[in-house]
């Protein structure tokens, strides 16, 4: 339990103090709940007196209708209380969850899957906050009217509150062991239920492949295998704790018995009276009830709690550290010193690559898949940090800079386009969001996509399917460009983006490349002749090192890898098909 008020009191942080009014209110209902008892005590000892009257009833009445009244009250406001906090304390979480993972580097996307991302920032933050409007206030209500049960028990005959506190002291370790292996066992749930969203996602977004292939159904068997698990670990969830829930059942239904039989015995040997014998009653069947609902709601709590424990544990990732909140740059100029990175401890993808890039200049990266083209892109985005060496903007180091504000100062267009499920304006105006829609459609009319847009059933209204599925590679990637021409950034990052369109569409893009280029810093990966040609420096990567660089012609006069690349690309294109 203190681990679990730990967890709490971190993720709650200040809005902790917002539940101490729902915490003495249900405080405050557990003695209202045994005075409600005590009611039923003096009904009780005037019937077994026969003193039992008109007047008598009339009072009783009064009273149950009194505390029942500040009981509804009392909940009223206690559970009002706490579905207020808790829905303001999960909605603060998610966004402080949210920008959390946008500081953290990619690595930590490759290493959780999405159906933990997605389990964690949804169902568990469900579950904490399930635990706040719900289990938290029913706790402290259950343990208040045991521990004031157990005292009035004791203030009866010691002897009884010895024996009842006996029962539940030998039921209540039941209780915790059942909660250890419901928490364990949660782990291992949990772990099924993220494997199997995975798994649907995955089975619905490679649809057209699984079904080219006759997946689908019963012959995709990772996902069918994924099911099978979620229902063996749910079966195991409930079945491996029912040994310890019946024995505690059990114990705690004891109570009711021994309080009737120690009761008699106290009551024939004088010890107590016959009110007091009356009152052991019902305080044996109070604790026997009390008990009930604690075995229930214990391992949930128990449960819920890793909810809590997946939440710090993505808090726990250490973001990417910086030391300026606000830089003012003057040239923008880029260089890599001696730059060393490896995704993991064991392989190094780059070895001491070292070039500049000048304002108003461009930079292509080319090479064999694998050469660490892309890598150079991304570390320049900051995606990743650098294992050795430094990459300076106008010669600060990348590592001091706030990844948002570096962000704000680059342009990237990859080769994969992902667009929102909104409209074609909405999705431009990502580059900008303050820009109105005659900044929008300049940039679009720029871009060469405002004749396509415009044909579309609402224009710049109409809706785009998620991820962009309704619209052609070459519409996507002109999208693409035209959030960062609206953007105007002077950073520009261009990934590999025409390496798989139609020559129409290249010669579009091409077009709206130059204008995005113009007066801009821009390093380009690409493997097409006309769009690396003109380029002001021409890095040729290898194995993770600069094999060759300089421009077109000075590639081309040294003679190396650079030229027979290009002479090999242009006998490619006098290829024909021949025809008998």
């Known amino acids: 339990m203190i681990s679990i008020i730990k967890s709490l009191h971190r993720l709650i942080g200040q809005n902790g103090i917002r539940l101490v009014p729902s915490i003495l209110l249900s405080m405050l209902d557990s003695v209202l709940n045994s005075c409600m008892y005590g009611v039923m005590l003096f009904v009780l000892i005037d019937l077994s007196n026969g003193q039992f009257s008109a007047e008598g009833l009339k009072m009783c009445i009064i009273a149950v209708v009194i505390i029942f009244t500040l009981r509804c009250i009392v909940q009223g406001i206690s559970f009002t209380q706490a579905q207020c906090v808790g829905p303001d304390v999960s909605h603060k979480l998610r966004i402080s969850m949210g920008n959390h993972i946008r500081s953290l580097n990619l690595g930590f996307f490759t290493k959780n899957s999405i159906g933990k991302l997605s389990g964690t920032l949804l169902t568990d933050i469900n579950d904490f906050e399930t635990i706040i409007t719900h289990c938290l206030c029913d706790v402290i209500k259950v343990t208040s009217l045991t521990i004031l049960s157990l005292v009035i028990a004791f203030m009866l005959d010691w002897h009884f509150g010895l024996a009842v506190t006996l029962l539940v002291g030998i039921a209540l370790p039941l209780l915790v062991i059942s909660g ?197 892109v991304s570390l320049l985005a900051r995606f990743w940090d650098v294992t050795g060496g430094k990459i300076l903007i106008d010669g600060i180091d990348l590592r001091k800079i706030n990844p948002d504000i570096l962000a704000e100062h680059m342009a990237i267009v990859f080769q994969e386009v992902y667009l929102l499920k909104d409209t074609v304006l909405n999705n431009i105006r990502i580059g900008k969001p303050t820009a109105t829609k005659e ?70 893009i091409q077009h709206a490349f130059d204008r995005l280029m113009k007066n801009k810093i821009v390093l380009v990966i690409a493997h097409r002749l006309n769009t690396i040609v003109n380029a002001d420096n021409i890095l040729v990567l290898d194995k993770g090192r600069i094999r060759e660089s300089g421009t077109h012609a000075e590639l081309m006069k040294h003679g190396g890898w650079y030229a027979q690349m290009i002479e090999e690309q242009k006998q490619a294109e006098q290829w024909a098909v021949k025809t008998e």
């Open 180 to 376: 250890k292996v419901s928490a364990r066992n949660s782990d291992e749930l949990r772990t099924a239920n993220r494997t199997v969203v995975s798994r649907i996602i995955e089975y619905i977004s490679g649809m057209r492949t699984f079904r080219l292939y006759n997946l689908i159904g019963k012959r995709f068997d990772r996902l069918d295998n994924a099911l099978k698990e979620l229902r063996k670990q749910s079966t195991k969830a409930e079945i491996s704790i029912l040994p310890l829930s019946m024995s505690f059942s059990a114990i705690t239904a004891m109570i009711v018995p021994v309080s009737l039989i120690l009761g008699t015995w106290l009551l024939t040997s004088t010890e107590i009276n016959g009110a007091s014998f009356l009152l052991a009653i019902l305080l044996g069947i109070s604790i026997s009830s009390t008990m009930t609902v604690v075995s229930s709601l214990y391992p949930q709590v128990r449960s819920i709690s890793k909810a809590a424990d997946s939440i710090i544990s993505i808090l726990d990732e250490s973001p990417l550290t910086y030391q300026e909140e606000e830089i003012k740059f003057t040239d923008y100029a880029i260089e890599f010193k001696n730059v060393t990175f490896g995704y993991n401890p064991e392989t190094t993808v780059l070895h001491g690559v070292s070039f500049s890039a000048k304002p108003g200049t461009t930079t292509a990266l080319i090479g064999p898949s694998g050469s660490g083209k892309t890598t150079i």
């Open 439 to 508: 900044e929008v459609i300049e940039a679009a009319k720029a871009a060469h996509c405002h004749e396509f847009i415009m044909g579309m059933e609402n224009g710049y209204e109409t809706m785009i399917g998620e991820g962009g599925s309704t619209l052609s590679g070459g519409e996507k990637q002109r999208i693409s460009i035209a959030r960062a021409l609206l953007k105007d950034a002077p950073i520009v990052l261009l990934d590999e983006t025409t390496s798989s369109l139609d020559a129409d569409n290249e010669r579009e």
